[in-house]
Each structure stands twice: as structure tokens, then as C-alpha cells.
């Protein structure tokens, strides 16, 4: 007998390891629960076990990758076969690949609703690149509903067209926060960490410059994460005056454990969303010195839960961490502060919820 629930497909450009990744991963379970949900996604990561583990059927995409090209036209193709094999009520499409080409393909297949997430940094990128801001506003000709994860993100989406103000929607990112560990008190030198892909928008190398006009042996850091920029970072630190004070750890499948051992968290991105590696930290109890770029000033609360300091700034960047390692009674009411707010606003169920009404809302025929 056919289900009678409910069938929901949720389309992104690539299964590896990132912030629109998880941002699905966190929400696959609550959606099992009510949907009939297919996952599609191109080549390898942990997105796939995470479907299956929930109870969602995985489809390997074969022609959806990131770079620009003619193999776009093959994806289009894709995923057109695609809706119309698994007919979705629904398809929820994240990252800007799968979005622009998604938008397209369900339309051509009559799949009624479309949502579309603007993940991570297209804000910033809608604001800088105009072939950007074509499909931005293509997009947003198409999507029934644009979840935007900041208020921010909402303002530049209206602004350049990729949502109208009717159908775009604020529902902040989340995390788990009771299943993250707390921060552990522990002597000696102070741990700084920053969690990331090494690629654009992240820019480790201020954070690197940065590090370096700290007092040498005051602090040990962490940059945890791999990707394309890599050489050119490791360059960097060895022409630099750090002495194994940075680490570069590579990625990490201990993450959470990794925070509740250090004492302060660093992103030193130029763009973002709402970042899920802040998040993660201030639920751990860590201070936040983040760039003020996107929403992140929707998450850090300056000089309260942490600092705020201008994107490729590195002497600003470097004065907030010295303050914070020289302070320790600072760097303690900050991270209880960080907690707190994370607990308040930004917590995992709230988060699930509000996309399960938005999909109800729609299904039912109402507008977002």
C-alpha cells in the first residue's frame, strides 16, 4: 500500500563535511518522523549514513558538483529525473548549486512546493557577484518559501531578489545543545581554537597573523579542518613567528571534545551565515572573537558572550584574544553568558519545529 504521508525530498550539492551538511543532518529525524523523505547529494561524506540512519533514502547525484561548467546542463537533466521518479510534495534545496539548478528542475517536473535554504555565505556572495545575484533572483522567481538562517540574510536576499519579501522566512540555525559537553576548568597555557573548512569565506590566514602578536608560550592554538587553502596556510605559519603554538589538526570527528577542552573559540571568516561552529562553542560554554560579517552579530553578543571585530582585521582580532587570554575571570563569565544564550535562542527543537511548521503551513495551501 502506497504511504499516505507526505513525501519530502531534500536536495544539496555535495555529502561531505560542512555547515549546510549538518544543518540537514539535524534535521533529517524530526522529518522522518512525518514525511516520506529522500536525500540526494553528490559524492562521499557523512550525509549518507546520517539518511539511512534516520530512515531516508539516499540518491548519489552523479552530475551536481560545485564548479560551474557544462556538466550544470547534465544535473539539470538529473534532477529533473529525479523529482519525477520519487515525486515529492516537497523538495527543500540547499547550497547555491543545488539550489539554482534545483529551482529549475522542479519546476520543469511540477514538484508544487519548493523551499530553498540559503546556507552559509551566499549572502555575502549575493552581495559581491552579480552572475550570483542573477541566479539569486532567479531562485527567488521560483521558491515558494526562502528559509534565511539570519535576519541579515533576509535583508540582502530581499534586497538583490533572491526571496520576496512575502515568501522569505528566518529560522535561525541550531544546535543540540544538551548533548554537547560543557567546558572543562584546566591549568596552563590558553587553548584558542577555530573549526572550518580551508577554503573561502574562511580566512585563517588573519587568524594566523593574528596569533602571531601574541605573547609566545601564552596560548596554544587549533585550527581544525582541511580543504583547498591548506598549503597556502601551512606557508604562511612557517614563514610566521609561531613556535608550535598553532596546530593544524586536519579534520576531526571529536570536535565537540576538542571545544570543551579549550578556552576560547576564533572564526575569521570574511562572510557567513549563521555560523554552526559559533553555535557549537557558545553551547559549550567558549567566548566567541568572531568577525562582525552576516549574521554572526545575531549570535555574539559583543563584550558580553564574546568580542566582534572587522573582517581582515587582524590587530583588532589580535588585541580581543589577548585581552581574553590574559583575563580568566573574563573568559569564565563570558562562556556561562555564551551558554546561556545558546540554550535560550538557539537550541536544536525549537529549530526542527519551526521548519515542520513551515512545511505544514504550505502543504496545507497557506503562505509562508
Given amino acids: 500500500m502506497a504511504s499516505a504521508r ?17 544543518y540537514v543532518m539535524s534535521l533529517l529525524p524530526a522529518l522522518a518522523e512525518r514525511y516520506d523523505v529522500g536525500v540526494a547529494a553528490y559524492g562521499p561524506g557523512p550525509l549518507e ?11 548519489a547525484l552523479r552530475h551536481v558538483r ?42 520543469i517536473a511540477r514538484v508544487p512546493l519548493r523551499v530553498v535554504t540559503l546556507n552559509g555565505a551566499v549572502a555575502g556572495w549575493l552581495r559581491h557577484s552579480r552572475a550570483v545575484t542573477l541566479s539569486g533572483r532567479l ?13 541579515e540574510e533576509r535583508r540582502v536576499a530581499i534586497a538583490t531578489g533572491a526571496a520576496r519579501p512575502g515568501r522569505a ?14 567546558r572543562r576548568e584546566r591549568n596552563g597555557a590558553v587553548r584558542l581554537i577555530s573549526v572550518g573548512r580551508m577554503r573561502p569565506p574562511k580566512d585563517f590566514v588573519t587568524l594566523t597573523r593574528a596569533l602571531a602578536g601574541l605573547p609566545a608560550a601564552s596560548f596554544h592554538a587549533q585550527i581544525v ?29 571529536d570536535v565537540p571534545e576538542l571545544l570543551a577542552e579549550s578556552d576560547a573559540f576564533v572564526l575569521s571568516s570574511r562572510s557567513e551565515g549563521l555560523p554552526l561552529s559559533v553555535l557549537e562553542a557558545m553551547a559549550v560554554g567558549l567566548p566567541v572573537v568572531a568577525t562582525a560579517v552576516g549574521g554572526v552579530p545575531e549570535l555574539v553578543e559583543d563584550g ?15 588585541d580581543r584574544l589577548a585581552q581574553l587570554v590574559a583575563d580568566p575571570d573574563l573568559r569564565r563569565s563570558m562562556g556561562l553568558a555564551a551558554r546561556a544564550r545558546a540554550e535560550r535562542l538557539f537550541d536544536l527543537p525549537a529549530m526542527r519545529q519551526a521548519h ?10 497557506s503562505r509562508p
Fill in 139 to 151: 531562485i527567488g522567481r521560483l521558491a515558494t518559501a526562502v528559509v534565511c538562517v539570519s535576519e
Fill in 304 to 318: 558580553l558572550t564574546g568580542f566582534l571585530v572587522p573582517a581582515g582585521d587582524e590587530d583588532a582580532m589580535r
Fill in 49 to 59: 549514513d546520517a539518511a539511512r540512519a534516520a530512515g531516508a533514502e539516499f540518491f
Fill in 6 to 22: 507526505p513525501r519530502l525530498l531534500v536536495v544539496i550539492t555535495l555529502a561531505e563535511v560542512g555547515g549546510a551538511q549538518t
Fill in 169 to 182: 522566512v528566518v529560522i535561525h540555525n541550531a544546535v543540540d545543545v544538551a548533548s554537547l559537553p560543557r
Fill in 225 to 253: 579542518g582541511d580543504g583547498p587553502d591548506r598549503p597556502a596556510l601551512e606557508a604562511e605559519l612557517a614563514a610566521s613567528t609561531l613556535n608550535g603554538e598553532l596546530e593544524l589538526t586536519g579534520e576531526r570527528s
Fill in 66 to 107: 560545485r564548479p560551474i561548467g557544462p556538466r550544470d546542463l547534465l544535473g539539470l537533466v538529473e534532477l529533473v529525473r529525479l523529482f519525477r521518479s520519487f515525486r515529492p510534495d516537497l523538495v527543500h534545496l540547499n547550497s547555491s548549486k543545488a539550489s539554482l539548478l534545483g529551482s529549475l528542475a522542479a519546476a
Fill in 356 to 365: 515542520v511548521e513551515l512545511y505544514e503551513r504550505l502543504l496545507a495551501g
